[in-house]
C-alpha cells in the first residue's frame, strides 16, 4: 500500500479517520501528514509536527492504524518512511509499544536523559501528557 502526503484539502478526512479511531488527534504546528488508503478509504495515517521553527525535532504523533487492518505490517511502514523524511524525530508512546518503537530504530528514553536529549517545548508537552497517562515514555530517532 501506498504512502501519500496529506494536501491541505485532505485533512477534513483525515480527522474524520482519528475520530473514527477513537483517538483525539489535531494539527498543533508546522504539520506534515502521511496516510495509507484502502479503496480510497484511509486506513492508517501519522503527523509529523515542528512544532517551533526554530528547533530541527519534529513531534512523531497520531501514528494509528484502523482496527480492520492492524497486524499487517501498516504501522511499521509509516514510522519507516517517517525516519527517512525527517531527520529528529521525537515520539510520545504508551510503554507497552517499546518493542515496536524500538524494533524501528527509535531509542527509549530514560527520565534521565529527558533533559538533555528533549527540546524544553516537547519536554513540557510530555509532562503535561504523562499527568494522564502514567505509562508514557518518549522515543527518538536514532
Known amino acids: 500500500m501506498k504512502i501519500s502526503k496529506a494536501k491541505k484539502s485532505d485533512k477534513k478526512a483525515i480527522l474524520r479517520f482519528y475520530k473514527k479511531q477513537h483517538y483525539s488527534a489535531s494539527f498543533i504546528g508546522f504539520d506534515q501528514c502521511y496516510f495509507m488508503t484502502d479503496n480510497e478509504n484511509i486506513i492508517a495515517a501519522m503527523i ?3 512544532i517551533k521553527s526554530q528547533h530541527h525535532h519534529q513531534f512523531l504523533h497520531a501514528l494509528v492504524v484502523d482496527k480492520l ?14 525516519l527517512t523524511q525527517h531527520k529528529f524525530l521525537v515520539c510520545f508512546a504508551n510503554e507497552c509499544l517499546s518493542d515496536f ?42
Do not use: C, W
Open 48 to 50: 509529523v509536527s515542528k
Open 69 to 82: 487492518f492492524q497486524q499487517q505490517g501498516l504501522a511499521t511502514k509509516l514510522l519507516r518512511f517517517a
Open 101 to 142: 518503537y524500538i524494533r524501528n530504530s527509535m531509542l527509549k528514553l530514560t527520565d534521565e536523559q529527558l533533559s538533555y536529549e528533549v527540546p524544553e517545548h516537547l519536554l513540557l508537552r510530555y509532562k503535561s501528557y504523562r499527568k494522564k497517562q502514567s505509562q508514557l515514555k518518549v522515543f527518538i530517532s536514532q
